[in-house]
C-alpha cells in the first residue's frame, strides 16, 4: 500500500496554494450567498470567517496525518483500519470524490442551461466536458495543476465585476451587525461549507507534491484566499442586493454581472457564465483525477479504466437522471453528509493514528 | 544508414576470407560501376612513361580548380607516384587511401581519385569540391530593420562559419552527424561548452542518430522528425535563417543545428513565447521593445479569437451588441443569406487562398494577386451579400495579424488555430470558445520540446524567466539564463557593482 | 469499434447544437409597454427596429393581448415573421392602470425571472396609455422610440433631476417591508414626451407623486448625485430667479432612538455652480454669495420638510429611512415603524456651497 511517485511528476509546493483554491472556488461562489443571508443575513461574515476557521484546522489535520503516515488517504486507511475496514473508508472516498465532480458538473450545466441554451441536452455538454476532462488527465498530475493554475491566473480579472457592482450599493445594508444568535451563525457556517470544501483533495493529491511539508503554508495561502475571496464577494452582495432581493436570487453573484455594462459589451453575464466554465473545468477535472486514483490505488489497476467507469456513470446520470430534483439529492448528500463525514472522519483519522504510532513506540 | 552497415561487414567478411586481391578488386570494381553513369569521366594521362587515371564526377567537382592545381602541376614533378603528388598539389584535402568506402564517399563529396596504372587500387583523393551555391544574402523570412542582414545559405561551412564569427570562442562545440540513408546530410550539432546542459545535446544527438529515413532535404524537414510530439500544429524546434539568432541561443545555453543544403537552423528546446521575438527587440530600447512585443501576442490573440467571436455574438449572443452597434452589425448583414459561420469559412478560405496562391506565383505576379484578390474579390462579395463588411474587416485584419509573427510557422499555426475556434463558435458560442480554449491550453501544457515544458515561464511558472517573455525588461537585469533550460553556468554578466552611487539629488 | 468513437462524438455533439439566434433572424425588441384593456386583459407592446441600409430608425410596433405578462411574448410572435427576443430590451414601460390592477410585484416578477432581461433594464410608469406613448414619432428619427425613450430616461437620471432608477435598484427597494420604491412617470404633452415626475409605491401600488418641481429635491434626498439643476427665487424685494446646477450632494443622517421620542436629523450638502442669475448683480461679492447660499438652503429646508412631511402623512417611505433606522436598532420591527414613523420628528439641514459662478461675474 505504499507509494513513491517519481520527482519527475511532482510538482513544486506553492501550486497547493493554486490547487486548493482552484479546488475550493466554483459552483458555490456563486450562489451561497442565498442560503447565507437566509440563516444569518448581515453577520454572515462571522460564519464565513469561522468556515475557513475550521478549514484551517481541516488543513492542519491533514498535514498532521500525512506527517505521521506519508502516503494518501488510501495508505492511511490502511495502516488505521487494516486492510478491509481500511479500504471500505477509502471507497467512501472514491464515492465521494465522484460525487463531488458530477455535482460540479451539473450545477454547471445547470446555469448553462437557465442563462444561454435551455435546449441543449445535459448530456451533450457532459460528453464534451468528459472528454475534456479525460485529455487533462491523460498529462498526469502536473497538466492537472497547470489547468488548475492558468484557471486561477486568467479568471481573476473578473473581481473587477464586484467594484463596478459598488457602484449600485447601498452600505447600510451591512447593517446591524452582531443580530443573530449563535445558533444562525453555526447554521450560516453549515450553509457556507460547500463554498469552501475542495481542500480535502488534499488527501488524494499529497504525494505528488514535492518536499510536501513545505507546501503546508502554501494550503493554508489557499484557503486564506478563498476565505477572504467569499468574505469579500458576501460583503458585496449584500450592498447590491437589499436583503429579500438576495434571498430571493439563485445566482447572486451572477444576477450581480447583469449589472456592468461596457462600452462594447452590452450584457456582461454572458461573458461572466462562460468565463467561469475556466473555474468549473478544474474542478472536475481535480475531482475526477482524485477519484479515479482512489479507485487505482484501491484495485491496483491502470488508472484509465476507473475514469472511463466514472465518465460513463457521469453520463448516463445526465442522460436520465438531469433535472433540479437529482441536483438537490446530489447537494444534499454533498452538504450535510459529506460535509459532516469530512468534519468528524479526519480528526478521528488522526487521532487513531497517533495512538498507533505511539503504541508502536512504546 | 541500413546500407552503409551492411556494405561494411560484407567487406570486412571478404577481407578475411583472402586478404589482398579481393580487396584491391574492390576499387576497380568501384570505378567502373561509377563509369556506367555518363558524368563520371576517367581521364587517363601520361608523363614520364608513368600512365595514371584521374577519375571524377564532372558535375561535382570545379573544373578550373582542377586544371590549375592538379592537371598542371602534375608535369612539374620530377617523379611520378602519389606521395609525391600528394606533396606537391597546393590543396590540403586529400588523401591516399585503397579503402572502397573512404573512396567513394569521397567521390560523391566532389573529390578527385588519381590512380597510377601501377597500382590501381590505391587511389590519391583530391577535395576540388565545385563551390556552387548562393552567396551570403540579406535575410527575406525573418527580415530585420535594425539587426544585422545577414542570413544562412545552403552550405554548412559558410553557415557555420557565419555562427563562430559572432562567438569567437574554443567552447563552441560543433558535433557533425550524418542521417539519411540515401541524401547522407550532415547536420552539425552546435553547443557552447560549459553553458548547455549536456543532457539536452546529448538528447539532440540521440535523436538525430536515432533517424532511419532515406531524405533528408530541409532543416524543417529534420525538425518534423525530432520533436516530441508529432501531432500538433505548433512548431516545437525554431528553424532560423538568422545567424545572430543562433549565436543568441546557444549563449543563453541551447542547442543549436545547421543543416547541409539547407539556409534554416534549428534551436531546441524552445518555448512558445520565443516564437513572438525578434532579434530586434535586443537591438531597441526596452520600452519599445516591450511594447512592440506585447503587440504582436495582442495580434495572435486576436488573430485566433476575432472571426469566432464575431460568429458567437451574431449566431447566439445578440445580447452582448452594444445599441450603438446594434444597427451597424444588423444592417450589414442584413441581405446575407448564410448563417454567420459560412460567411465567416468563406471570408476565412478565400483569404487563405490567396495566401497560398500568393506564395506559390511568382514575386512580380504574387504582389498584383494580393491587391487584386484583397480589394477587389472582398469589394466584390460585400457588394454581391456574400458577406458583411464588419467581418470583411475583422477577418482582414486578423490575417494580417497572424502576420506579425516572426517565426513563419507559428502564423501557419495560428492561422489553423482559428477554424476549431470557429467550429465551437457555432456549436455553443462563447462557451464552444471557451471550451476549444480549454483544450489548447491543455495541449499547450502537455507540449514539451526536448522534454522541456513548452509553455514555460507561464507554467511552470518562474518569475525569473519572465524578464524576456511578455516584455523585455532592461538589458542591466539579464543575470541570469532561463531557468528552464538548467545551464550549467547561469551568470550572464557580473553582479553590478554599486554603480556610481546614485548621486542625482536633482543635480544638487 | 476505436475508429468508429470519434464519429459518434461528432454526431453527438453536432446533435448537441444549440438553437442559432442570428441577429438578422430575430426581433429584438428594444422596448416593451404593458397597457391594461378594459376587458382585464393585458395588451402588450413591443418595439421593433427594422434594420435596412441607409434607413436608420426605422422600427416596426408588434402587439398582442393575454391575460399575463409572459404570455403575450407568445401571441406576439404569433404575429411576427420571426422569433421576438427580448435580450435587448432598454426599457419597459407600464401604464398607471395596470400598476393599479395587477401591482409591481407581479409583474416585477417575470422580469427578473428571465434571464434574457438585465438588470439594467428600465422601469417606467406611464401617465395615461402606453399605446399613445409608444406610437409617438420620437423627435430624433434616427432612433427607435425604444432607445429615445431609454435615451430620454438615462439623460435626466444622469445629468437632469430625475433619480437613478433601474430593475435592479427598483426591485431592491419594493422587494423590503413596506415596498417603498419609486420610479419615473412619462408623459405625453402635445407632441412630445416628457418626464413628468416620479410616482412613488407602497404595497405593490402607486400612492402619490413627486412632480417636476420637487424632483431635484426628491433626488438629493435619495442618492448622492452629480449633476442636477435647482431654481430658488432670492429672498428679497425682487424676488429674482437663481439656478444652480449641483456639482456635488450627500446626505448624512443622525438618529436618535428613543423609545418614547425617535426622530432623525437628514443632513442635505450641496455643492453647485451658479448657471443663471436672473438680475445683474455682481457675484463675485463675497456678501452676494454668502445670501445666495443662505437662501437656497433655506429654500432646500423648507422644500425638503415639505416632502417628508407629506411622505409621513401617507406613511410612505422612499427615502429608504427605515434602513437607515433598521442599521442603528436592530430590534426595529416593521410593525413597530409603520406606528411610530408618521409621527416621528424629522429635521432637514441643508447646506449649501457655491464653488463657482461660471465664467462672468
Known sequence: ?362 | ?508 | MRKLLPVIFTAAILSGCAQPRVVDEVNMSQAIGYDMLNNDRIEGMFVIPIFQQDKMGKYQILSGTSSTTSDVQAAVSKKADKTVLLGQTRIVLFSEKIVHKIGMTELTDYLYREPQLGNRVLLVIVEGKVKDIIHTKPSNSNVNIGIFLSNLINQQNETGNGPDTNLHLFLGNSLEDGGDAYLPIIKKIGNDLAVSGVALFHENKIVSKVNTKDMFVFKTLVQSHRRGIYKFQLDDEKKSDIVVESIRSGTSYHISDSESDPSMTIKLKIKGQIKESMRSDNLTNRKMIKKIEQDMEADLTRQATRLIKDFQKRNIDPIGLKEKFHAKNKRMTYQRWKSMYPNMDIQIEAKADILQTGVSE
Open chain 2, 1 to 508: 544508414m541500413f546500407n552503409r552497415r551492411n556494405s561494411r561487414k560484407s567487406s570486412s567478411q571478404q577481407m578475411d576470407m583472402d586478404d589482398g586481391i579481393n580487396k584491391n578488386s574492390e576499387i576497380r570494381e568501384l570505378f567502373n560501376s561509377l563509369s556506367s553513369s555518363y558524368d563520371f569521366i576517367n581521364h587517363q594521362g601520361c608523363y614520364n612513361g608513368v600512365g595514371y587515371w584521374v577519375s571524377y564526377y564532372r558535375s561535382l567537382i570545379d573544373a578550373q580548380e582542377l586544371h590549375r592545381s592538379v592537371l598542371s602541376v602534375i608535369p612539374t614533378l620530377e617523379q611520378i607516384n602519389l606521395e609525391q603528388m600528394k606533396d606537391s598539389i597546393p590543396i590540403e584535402d586529400t588523401l591516399i587511401t585503397s579503402t572502397r568506402i573512404v573512396v567513394e564517399k569521397r567521390i560523391m563529396r566532389g573529390h578527385i581519385a588519381i590512380r597510377l596504372d601501377a597500382n590501381l587500387d590505391e587511389c590519391l583523393l583530391i577535395n576540388v569540391v565545385a563551390q556552387q551555391g548562393r552567396q551570403v544574402d540579406k535575410p527575406e523570412l525573418e527580415f530585420g530593420i535594425i539587426s544585422p542582414q545577414e542570413a544562412f545559405v545552403e552550405d554548412i561551412d559558410i553557415n557555420l562559419n557565419l555562427v563562430r564569427k559572432r562567438l569567437p570562442l574554443p567552447e563552441l562545440q560543433v558535433t557533425e552527424l550524418t542521417v539519411g540513408s540515401l541524401s547522407k546530410t550532415k547536420v552539425a550539432v552546435l553547443s557552447i561548452d560549459g553553458i548547455v546542459d549536456k543532457a539536452n545535446v546529448d538528447t539532440v544527438i540521440q535523436r538525430v542518430n536515432d533517424i532511419d529515413f532515406d531524405e533528408i532535404l530541409d532543416g524543417s524537414h529534420l525538425a518534423q522528425m525530432l520533436y516530441d510530439d508529432n501531432s500538433t500544429l505548433f512548431p516545437l524546434f525554431l528553424n532560423t535563417e538568422r545567424p545572430d539568432r543562433i549565436a543568441s541561443a546557444l549563449a543563453e545555453g541551447k542547442v543549436a543545428m545547421i543543416i547541409d543544403r539547407s539556409s534554416s537552423a534549428l534551436i531546441a528546446p524552445t518555448i512558445l513565447l520565443e516564437y513572438f521575438i525578434t532579434m530586434e527587440d535586443y537591438n531597441m530600447p526596452w520600452i519599445p521593445a516591450s511594447a512592440f512585443r506585447l503587440l504582436r501576442i495582442f495580434a495572435v490573440i486576436f488573430s485566433i479569437f476575432a472571426t469566432p467571436l464575431y460568429v458567437a455574438v451574431l449566431t447566439y449572443h445578440y445580447e452582448l451588441i452594444p445599441k450603438d452597434l446594434l444597427e451597424t452589425i444588423v444592417t450589414s448583414r442584413n441581405l446575407i443569406p448564410f448563417q454567420p459561420l459560412i460567411e465567416a469559412l468563406f471570408l476565412e478560405i478565400s483569404i487563405e487562398l490567396l495566401r497560398e496562391a500568393a506564395s506559390r506565383l511568382p514575386t512580380k505576379v504574387g504582389q498584383t494577386l494580393g491587391i487584386v484578390g484583397g480589394i477587389v474579390i472582398g469589394q466584390a462579395a460585400v457588394v454581391a451579400g456574400l458577406t458583411s463588411n464588419i467581418l470583411l474587416i475583422i477577418v482582414a485584419l486578423s490575417a494580417l495579424a497572424s502576420f506579425v509573427t516572426p517565426i513563419y510557422k507559428m502564423g501557419n499555426a495560428i492561422r489553423l488555430l482559428r477554424f476549431p475556434f470557429l467550429i465551437g463558435a457555432q456549436i455553443w458560442g462563447l462557451l464552444g470558445i471557451t471550451i476549444s480554449a480549454v483544450f489548447l491550453m491543455t495541449h499547450l501544457i502537455k507540449l514539451t520540446s526536448m522534454g522541456h515544458p513548452y509553455l514555460e515561464p507561464i507554467y511552470p511558472f518562474h518569475l525569473k524567466d519572465w524578464k524576456d517573455s511578455f516584455i523585455r525588461i532592461p538589458m542591466n537585469f539579464f543575470k541570469s539564463r532561463p531557468i528552464n533550460l538548467r545551464t550549467e553556468n547561469t551568470k550572464r554578466q557580473s553582479t553590478p557593482k554599486k554603480n556610481a552611487i546614485k548621486k542625482n539629488d536633482f543635480n544638487e
Open chain 1, 1 to 362: 500500500m505504499n507509494l513513491l511517485i517519481n520527482e519527475k511528476y511532482k510538482v513544486q509546493p506553492f501550486y497547493v496554494f493554486f490547487l486548493v483554491h482552484s479546488m475550493q472556488t466554483g459552483i458555490g461562489v456563486l450562489s451561497f450567498q442565498r442560503m447565507l443571508a437566509k440563516s444569518t443575513g448581515t453577520d454572515g461574515w462571522i460564519s464565513i470567517l469561522l468556515a475557513g476557521l475550521i478549514v484551517h484546522f481541516m488543513i492542519w489535520v491533514i498535514y498532521k496525518i500525512f506527517s505521521i503516515v506519508p502516503g494518501d488517504i488510501i495508505t492511511v486507511n490502511y495502516h488505521a483500519f487494516g486492510k478491509l475496514i481500511g479500504s471500505f473508508f477509502s471507497l467512501l472516498f472514491v464515492l465521494y470524490f465522484l460525487i463531488l465532480g458530477l455535482t460540479v458538473m451539473i450545477s454547471y450545466i445547470e446555469i448553462i442551461h437557465v442563462w444561454m441554451f435551455e435546449e441543449i441536452p445535459a448530456w451533450s455538454f457532459s460528453l464534451v466536458f468528459l472528454i475534456l476532462i479525460y485529455y487533462i488527465n491523460t498529462g498526469g498530475f502536473r497538466t492537472i495543476t497547470g489547468i488548475a493554475f492558468l484557471s486561477v491566473l486568467v479568471t481573476y480579472w473578473l473581481i473587477f465585476v464586484f467594484f463596478y457592482a459598488m457602484k449600485y450599493s447601498e452600505f447600510t445594508n451591512l447593517l446591524p451587525i452582531f443580530d443573530h444568535s449563535i445558533l444562525d451563525i453555526w447554521e450560516g457556517t453549515r450553509n457556507v461549507s460547500l463554498t469552501m470544501i475542495g481542500f480535502e483533495l488534499l488527501l488524494i493529491f499529497h504525494p505528488f507534491i514535492k518536499d510536501a511539508k513545505a507546501s503546508q503554508k502554501y494550503a493554508h495561502g489557499g484557503a486564506l484566499t478563498t476565505t477572504l475571496f467569499t468574505l469579500f464577494i458576501y460583503v458585496v452582495s449584500l450592498i447590491f442586493y437589499s436583503e429579500k432581493q438576495l434571498v430571493m436570487t439563485i445566482w447572486p453573484t451572477l444576477s450581480m454581472t447583469s449589472i456592468v455594462e461596457l462600452a462594447f459589451i452590452q450584457r456582461f453575464e454572458y461573458i461572466f457564465v462562460t468565463w467561469w466554465a475556466i473555474i468549473i473545468i478544474p474542478n472536475m477535472t481535480i475531482s475526477l483525477w482524485a477519484a479515479s486514483r482512489g479507485a487505482k490505488r484501491l484495485f491496483n489497476i491502470q488508472q484509465k479504466y476507473p475514469l472511463w467507469g466514472m465518465s460513463l456513470i457521469i453520463l448516463m446520470v445526465n442522460i436520465f437522471f438531469f433535472d433540479i430534483d437529482s441536483l438537490n439529492i446530489l447537494k444534499r448528500i454533498i452538504d450535510p453528509y459529506g460535509v459532516f463525514f469530512l468534519g468528524a472522519y479526519l480528526p478521528l483519522l488522526l487521532i487513531i493514528i497517533h495512538i498507533k504510532k505511539k503504541r508502536n513506540r512504546l
